[in-house]
C-alpha cells in the first residue's frame, strides 16, 4: 500500500549494491526546500535494497537530471507517494 508524504522537492538517485546477486539500492531524499542542493538536511530519508527500477507515475512538476550523480530531482511539489511492490519501487508525484 502507498505511503504519502509532503515535501517540496526530492532526490532518487541509485547506492551500490548490499550483495553481488542483487539489484542496487534506490533511494528517495525529501526536502521542505525548493532547492534540495542549498537544504542542510533531508526531511525523509528511504532506502530500497534490491531495487530493479523506480516508476514515475502521475508527474506533473518539474523533473531534472543531474549527470554529474546520476539522480533526478523533482521540484515544485506538493506531496509523493511510494509504493513498493516486489523489487519495483512506484513513485508518485503530485504539484
Do not use: C, H, W
Request: hydrophobic share 40%; net charge negative.
Amino acid at each position: 500500500m502507498a505511503e504519502t508524504f509532503q515535501a517540496k522537492s526530492i532526490i532518487i538517485g541509485r547506492m551500490p549494491r548490499k550483495r553481488p546477486e542483487e539489484f542496487k539500492t534506490a533511494f528517495i531524499k525529501s526536502f521542505d526546500s525548493l532547492d534540495p542542493f542549498t537544504a542542510e538536511f533531508p526531511k525523509k530519508e528511504f532506502e530500497f535494497p534490491n531495487t530493479e527500477k523506480v516508476v514515475i507515475v502521475n508527474s506533473d512538476s518539474n523533473l531534472n537530471y543531474f549527470l554529474e550523480g546520476n539522480d533526478l530531482v523533482f521540484t515544485g511539489i506538493s506531496q509523493f507517494s511510494i509504493d513498493q511492490k516486489g523489487n519495483v519501487i512506484e513513485l508518485s508525484v503530485r504539484k
